[in-house]
């Protein structure tokens, strides 16, 4: 998954060890699973040159990282070598329901 | 590393199988590894739910990625636990100079 972090995010992710991001669309500080239970025990953190991202290696806790059920969200292959696309379903079987887990 | 793409480098990255960029700061589409030759041919590309981000798995030519010098540009760790941080350099050697490779 990609996820947006601010300041408080990062220090909170630093100082706990379990992966926290800033939602854009809520506005607001979001711990990774405080809702489904899928949290994420960072494993690794790593910064990158410019120091604008950083990459997380965690232990997925329960189902999945994905919003749509998936255990991750690039179930999506994009074949290469032909223009237009059309995407190609990878490891996208659902591993839970969203609807039961969110509530949407 | 992590980088921007355009719609014009999305396709010239799906068409050819070579990443392609785009470039915020020169405002121009970037063919990586036109000045260093450390070209990347794509692997596998899959896109995310949400389809804002795409990863490449990629076959790195030449000595590495970053324009620092090093492999990757995730050259420095971030030790967890505590709060401030004092990155550690972690498979951060230099593979190229990037003096002689980017004249800067």
Known sequence: MVAHMNAAALQ???????AWYFSRSRRS??????????VQHVVSMH???????????VEQKG???C?????SCFYRKVPLGSWPVSLEFSQSERAF???AVYGK
Do not use: F, M, N, Y
């Not at 909170?12 to 379990?18: C, D, L, P, V």
């Not at 500080?29 to 899928?38: A, D, V």
């Open 12 to 18: 909170k992710t630093i100082a706990t060890g379990e």
């Open 97 to 99: 329901d969203p609807k």
């Open 47 to 57: 910064i990158d040159c410019d120091q604008d991202a950083v990459w997380l290696r």
């Open 67 to 71: 919003h749509t059920g998936r255990r």
């Open 29 to 38: 500080l979001w711990r990774k699973g405080e809702k489904s239970g899928h």
């Open 63 to 65: 189902a999945g990282a």
